[in-house]
């Protein structure tokens, strides 16, 4: 079996099971954000939207803006929710300081995604 058959099955995997263990909402459509709103991921309603349409560079987009906008922390642990019809990553983290706090993305654009194509 070549590597990348390999990789397209496990990234199929982990996007499945994390779906499996997503939480939903009866509500159906993503509500709409107000314009007022700053995307700063400090809530699901304020979630950062991550424009990429491949899961890997999604993800890395994810952890430059960590990187770039909460220099210091670390991930300690993530979740997949689904709210309101959108699809989100909860991203838990440790800053330096000790203060542990959630951020949060908005990853329709990317999730199930390989270079812009769904996996199923």
Not at 22 to 51: C, L, M
Request: glycine letters at 10%; proline letters at 4%.
């Amino acid at each position: 079996m070549s590597a990348r058959f390999l990789h397209t099955v496990l990234v199929l995997g982990l996007t499945l099971g994390a779906a499996a263990c997503a939480t939903s909402s009866n509500k159906t459509g993503p509500a709409p954000k107000p314009q007022t709103q700053q995307a700063d991921g400090s809530s699901i309603e304020r979630a950062v939207v991550i424009r990429e349409d491949d899961t890997r560079r999604g993800i890395a987009a994810e952890n430059r803006w960590i990187q770039t906008n909460l220099p210091g922390c670390r991930k300690t642990g993530q979740a997949l929710l689904q709210h309101n019809g959108g699809i989100y990553d909860q991203i838990r983290l440790r800053c330096a300081n000790g203060q542990t706090r959630a951020v949060y993305f908005d990853i329709r654009h990317f999730f199930g995604k390989i270079d812009g194509r769904p996996l199923m």
